[in-house]
């Protein structure tokens, strides 16, 4: 199997974060797909042209990341540490938060975040996005999803905070922005990266490329 990533990208984080985890490197090769998801070769794979990406060795494969963790888990997360596998009630909160981030969270970084790679975002819309995430959605994962816990749903790390926990990093982007994400938020953030080390040179590039960016809207306030 071959996992076609976009190391900057927190949409490849968590299923490299798996890999590293769970040491599946003989099973599954890290493939560096920066400049080449628009290629005839990747879209005949992924008409979707994007990463993550698996690929199995009939040269099928499936992508959307959480689709893309469960199976890693299912296929080799055999005591469930990521994943559980006997409790249904826990894997349901994890796939709703799952589904949640991709349906809802993750739009609504839109304009927050997407001028860092060059998109002309709406700054008036970067602000509404950002009351959003300050008004409903960071106390959803504070009262909700944590509720007292380290991570969602639980006190140890799951697939859910592997997807959520580095969207976070995009924030970094907008310095007032950041400055304004509850500590609570920051702190669970912290906690996902420590709790998977082998993410970090992905993580980095990230952070890096957010810390440094002075383009428009870096300055905006929030
Ligand atoms: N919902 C998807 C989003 C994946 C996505 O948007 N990937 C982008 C990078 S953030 C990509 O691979 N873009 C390359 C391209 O479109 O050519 C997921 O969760 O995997």
Redesign the pocket.
């Known amino acids: 199997m071959k996992l076609h990533v976009?190391p900057i990208?927190a949409?490849s984080h968590g299923c490299l974060a798996i890999i590293k985890h769970l040491s599946l490197e003989s099973s599954v090769t890290i493939v560096n797909a920066m400049g080449k998801?628009?290629t005839p070769e990747f879209i005949a794979m992924n008409p979707a042209?994007?990463?993550?990406t698996l690929q199995f060795s009939d040269d099928s494969a499936i992508?959307?990341?959480?689709a893309v963790m469960r199976f890693l888990c299912n296929k080799f997360d055999e005591k469930g540490e990521l994943y559980p596998r006997e409790d249904l009630e826990q894997r349901g909160k994890i796939d709703m938060v799952l589904d949640w981030r991709?349906s809802t969270f993750?739009p609504d970084l839109f304009h927050i975040v997407y001028m860092m790679f060059g998109v002309d975002v709406d700054e008036d819309m970067a602000k509404q996005q950002f009351k959003k995430l300050m008004e409903v959605h960071f106390p959803m994962i504070e009262s909700s999803f944590l509720n007292g816990k380290k991570f969602c749903y639980s006190d140890t790390p799951t697939i859910a905070d592997l997807s959520l926990g580095p969207l976070m990093t995009l924030l970094k982007g907008r310095k007032k922005f950041w400055e304004k994400v509850p500590e609570g938020i920051k702190e669970y953030y912290e906690r996902v990266l420590e709790a998977f080390p082998g993410m970090m040179e992905y993580v980095k590039l990230l952070d890096d490329k957010a810390l440094s960016y002075d383009g428009p809207g870096a300055d905006a306030e929030p």
């Open positions: 976009l990208s949409n998801t628009r042209h994007c990463c993550p992508w959307e990341s959480s991709n993750y």
